[in-house]
């Protein structure tokens, strides 16, 4: 798609996207080298030219694979069976090659997909006279003898070939039979205990089956290659979500087949960082020395900034300014930008295209003004006055880049920042009065929620009951939701998941508590772990002090919180939650999605049991469920839509809030962990402190 085709605030991405500005790149859009990196790392396994069962002869194949443990009780099924075996086999010897599974490949058949294959023996059947027609039952009989033959790793099929159109359901059943009955019985038993339902179970077990069929062995012969391999095809054959769900391979790392180096199952779907190139050629920009230019950049400042500020960079650099300029001017190429240009373009940056719902779902789009505006303009700025400096010394490589700085010192100006403070000590203002409610809200919601879901569970399936006001009737529900507890309105019949209720109330409740009586940023929120408890006594009088260790965030400081009596009791509450059956805090491992790297595993607080495993709650879920706890209270800000809270108002709440009532400003900026007084002093509503005589 050519840019000048684009509507305003659009720009084209990889592979023909159209991206908004001031909207994240869609998910996707970044190429992952992740899998490709673990790929190399844990490489799958190489099909061997040829083993020892499909090296038997066709006697010996009919004689094994006839026999126990692969016949089955239904002898009219088990003459189907052996029917279709005999069928394969004699179409198999038509075709060149010295083992079977050469012949099989020979056969084209094997990238028909396990569907479409049928129809190549059936009409080599009809040819030969073995059978009267290319009918729905020879093709039933073919297909029942090449599950003999895959079952007993006579045949190898590919991954692609198991996966097209699906997994044969019989699959399972088969290799559980006669392969590895021991193996996929202790997958069956730790997926039961670990609360997942029988659809997701079923479709992790069809793709280890997959695996098992592909590659020969049992279930401990699997190594993460083999999965990494399966994932991969299973996006190129563009199968659904749920088709591709990881959750098989999270199941063989509980089971412990990798043993003690397999990654999280997450690490097989994540990004990670991304180089200098591959940051800026998300946005295509057509102009080459252009583009190396901006490359050049990224990797002459990376040694000094944390990956968050290389890709923020980048999305600056490269989205809003050059590949907004290809847009807008086709065939641009130089730095040195004309008046009209230069002031086209800052007009633009100031504001962005918002796509927003409707009540009925439709999605329009708005032009609303880009908050930060000013900061994209100082980041250009500083890209072309980084080049004037750095070309005295080396000329050669950024001399031929000096040119004007479009944008002027007055642009980046301080009354653009004041703008900043006063929305920021307005946004304060109004969300004072109204964290009681917000309180208020949180507390009720999760009594109610934790009310009805312990009444639920105290109820016959089927049966009414009275919980927080409300009139519900325990579900009936099938042994694919057996951990979940269900109930539904008998007069309207909607059913409501109360577990999923009460765990998104409870964690609501929890993060609110947590951010207005310590004031941390959200990162540091959801690093809190077990170890952050500690305890200092008193030399005087022996008396134990209870101390939140926050641990180094934006300021790499760490800095040590007293814990009041209210806070001490939503932590314990949220220990006593998480701990497992052995009574200590699991360990898990969380992803930076600042830094795109993968933690070592800690006990941290906020996690939750997903996907069998335990996962950590993060900033952006913790904000979703603050978002939700909100939506129904009906409160509004000043221009009199929905008010939202973020984690970060809390902390601005706390400060303020403590200052007003006395706390020395050095003392605030301890708490909040600011190496700069000025910058607490920023937090502050300057309006109120005027009023105090904090300022003059």
């Known amino acids: 798609m050519r840019g000048a085709a684009l509507s305003l605030g659009q720009i084209a991405g990889p592979r023909g996207r159209v991206l908004y500005q001031g909207a994240r790149p869609p998910k996707g859009s970044e190429e992952s080298p992740s899998s490709t990196t673990l790929l190399r790392k844990f490489p799958p396994r190489v099909m061997p030219g040829a083993w020892p069962a499909t090296e038997q002869t066709k006697a010996q194949v009919v004689s094994r694979l006839l026999a126990e443990p692969f016949t089955i009780e ?102 559980a039979r006669t392969r590895d009955p021991d193996g996929f019985a202790t997958l069956a038993r730790l997926a039961r205990s670990s609360g997942v339902s029988s659809h997701t179970t079923q479709l992790a077990l069809r793709r280890i089956a997959t695996i098992v069929a592909a590659k020969g062995g049992r279930i401990v012969d699997i190594n993460i290659g083999d999965c990494l391999e399966l994932l991969r095809i299973a996006e190129d054959l563009q199968a659904s979500p749920a088709a591709s769900s990881p959750y098989f391979y999270q199941l063989l790392r509980t089971a412990e087949v990798f043993g003690g180096r397999a990654p999280a199952v997450r690490a097989l779907k994540t990004a990670g960082q991304l180089s200098c190139a591959q940051l800026i050629d998300r946005y295509a920009i057509t102009c080459g020395p252009v583009r190396d230019l901006l490359v050049d ?6 040694p000094g900034v944390d990956y968050a500020t290389l890709h923020k960079l980048s999305y600056t650099l490269g989205r809003l300014f050059w590949r907004d300029l290809e847009i807008h001017h086709p065939g ?91 929305r920021m000590d307005q946004r304060t203002r109004e969300r004072i009065p109204v964290m009681p409610v917000l309180i208020g809200t949180v507390t009720t ?47 309207t019949g909607k059913r409501r998941d109360l577990s ?112 069998g495993e335990n996962r950590p709650i993060s900033g952006p879920a913790v904000r979703e469920l603050i978002t939700g706890a909100l939506a129904g209270t009906g409160l509004t800000d000043a221009s009199g839509r ?55």
């Open 74 to 175: 239904a002898n009219r099924r088990q003459h189907s069976r052996g029917r279709g075996l005999a069928w394969m086999l004699d179409w198999l010897e038509a075709q060149p090659g010295r083992t079977w599974q050469d012949r099989w490949i020979a056969s084209a058949a094997d990238g028909e997909g396990n569907v479409a294959w049928r129809r190549l023996p059936a009409q080599w059947l009809v040819c030969d006279g073995y059978a009267a027609g290319d009918s729905d039952q020879s093709r039933l009989t073919l297909s029942r003898g090449m599950s003999l033959l895959v079952s007993g790793d006579v045949i190898r099929p590919n991954l692609g070939w198991l996966l097209t159109p699906a997994t044969p359901s019989g699959l399972v059943t088969e290799l």
């Open 297 to 302: 950049y990224l990797r002459e400042r990376q």
């Open 332 to 422: 641009i190429g130089s730095l040195r930008l004309p008046a009209e240009i230069a002031t086209a373009w800052k007009q633009r940056i100031n504001t962005k295209i918002r796509r927003v719902k409707d009540s009925d779902g439709h999605h329009s789009e708005e032009s609303v003004p880009r908050i930060n505006a000013t900061e994209h303009l100082i980041t250009v700025r500083a890209f072309y006055l980084d080049i004037a400096q750095w070309a005295a010394e080396e000329p050669a490589r950024w001399g031929p880049w000096v040119v004007p700085c479009p944008i002027r010192d007055l642009e980046a100006s301080r009354s653009k920042r004041f703008a900043h403070k006063s």
């Open 445 to 491: 919601a999760h009594k109610a929620a934790t009310e009805r879901l312990h009444a639920a569970q105290a109820t016959t399936a089927g049966e009414l009951f009275t919980a927080a006001g409300q009139n519900l009737r325990r579900s009936r529900t099938s042994h694919a939701t057996a951990s979940i507890t269900w109930a539904e309105d008998p007069q």
């Open 500 to 611: 999923l209720e009460e765990h998104q109330a409870f964690w609501t409740w929890a993060a609110v508590e947590v951010l207005r009586h310590t004031g941390v940023r959200i990162e540091e929120l959801t690093e809190l772990s077990h170890h952050s408890l500690i305890q200092y006594t008193l030399p005087a009088t022996g008396e134990l002090i209870p101390l939140l260790q926050i641990a180094p965030s934006k300021t790499d400081t760490e800095r040590l919180l007293v814990i009041s009596p209210e806070l001490a009791d939503v932590l314990s509450t949220i220990i006593c939650r998480i701990r497992n059956e052995n009574g200590a805090v699991p360990l898990v491992i969380a992803y930076d999605y600042h830094e795109r790297v993968w933690n070592p595993p800690i006990p941290l607080l906020f996690q939750r049991r997903y996907g």
């Open 642 to 696: 929905p008010l939202r809270f973020v984690p970060h108002d809390f902390r601005r709440i706390l400060i303020t809030d403590a200052i007003m009532h006395g706390m020395p400003p050095h003392i605030a900026q301890l708490v909040a962990g600011h190496r700069d007084i000025n910058v607490t002093m920023g937090y502050k509503d300057s309006q109120k402190l005027h009023q105090t005589g904090l300022l003059k």
